[in-house]
């Protein structure tokens, strides 16, 4: 059975601080990383990740993908209040369908800034 | 572009009774995934609809069922309701080949009483 686990499952730290969240996997016919930052209700799509080794960034976010240790990790560097939601790492493989694809979720790491 | 629409928002029900959720993609996605998120589980795949077909389906029993429309507005149904059903139903549109990113609605909170 495919598995996604996201560590730590919650983490406060104060405006300004860096932090970095972990993923790690086991799943059957990897084919993308995603993460995703959920406040309220709809997760909104942060990064996808397909290559080993390459970062991806995004302003104050960033993440890389080490396919050898089945992991990844989303770092966020001088946090804001703004940055406190739920951290969403989803794995994609093919589903059953020809032509499928499911996306497999961890927990999720929920992150607190405090001012 | 419009984003994911989910409607209705919120829903009460109670033990036994069906319940219909509405999903409507991003024009031009043709592919639609259902999820269930509860504190406990996470997020959970219940299935995926491309072009009125159910293309994938997770581990959920068949009292949750679901429909995809020639507009690839898509509706799930949950029939026979549990406690345990209580839950935040997000559905994801994508436009549908391997990888495509999936883009979240603002899910359904349903409640089972």
């Known amino acids: 059975e495919d598995k996604v686990v996201q560590s730590p499952l919650s983490l406060v730290v104060h405006e300004g601080d860096t932090v970095t969240l972990n993923c790690s996997y086991e799943v059957t016919n990897f084919r993308s990383l995603l993460w995703y930052k959920q406040e309220k209700k709809a997760p909104t799509f942060l990064f996808m990740l397909?290559?080993?080794?390459i970062e991806k960034k995004s302003g104050r976010l960033s993440s890389i993908l080490d396919k050898k240790e089945l992991s990844s990790i989303l770092n966020i560097t001088a946090t804001q209040t703004g940055d406190s939601a739920i951290y969403l790492c989803?794995?994609?493989?093919?589903?059953?369908?020809?032509?499928?694809?499911?996306?497999?979720f961890g927990k999720g790491t929920k992150l607190s800034v405090i001012p | 572009k419009a984003g994911v629409t989910q409607t209705p928002r919120y829903l009460i029900k109670t033990r036994g009774q069906q319940v219909t959720l509405s999903c409507s993609p991003i024009?031009?996605?043709?592919?639609v995934s259902w999820y269930q998120q509860t504190p406990g589980q996470g997020l959970q795949f219940l299935f995926e609809y491309f072009s009125e077909t159910q293309r994938n389906k997770g581990n959920f029993p068949g009292r949750f069922s679901g429909r995809q429309f020639s507009n690839s507005r898509s509706e799930m149904n949950v029939s026979t309701l549990e406690l345990g059903d209580s839950a935040l139903y997000l559905c994801a549109s994508s436009l549908g080949g391997p990888g495509d990113t999936q883009y979240f609605g603002p899910g359904t909170r349903l409640t089972v009483l």
């Open positions: 024009s031009g996605h043709r592919s």
């Open positions: 989803a794995v994609g493989s093919p589903g059953t369908g020809a032509g499928s694809y499911q996306l497999t």
């Open positions: 397909t290559s080993s080794g």
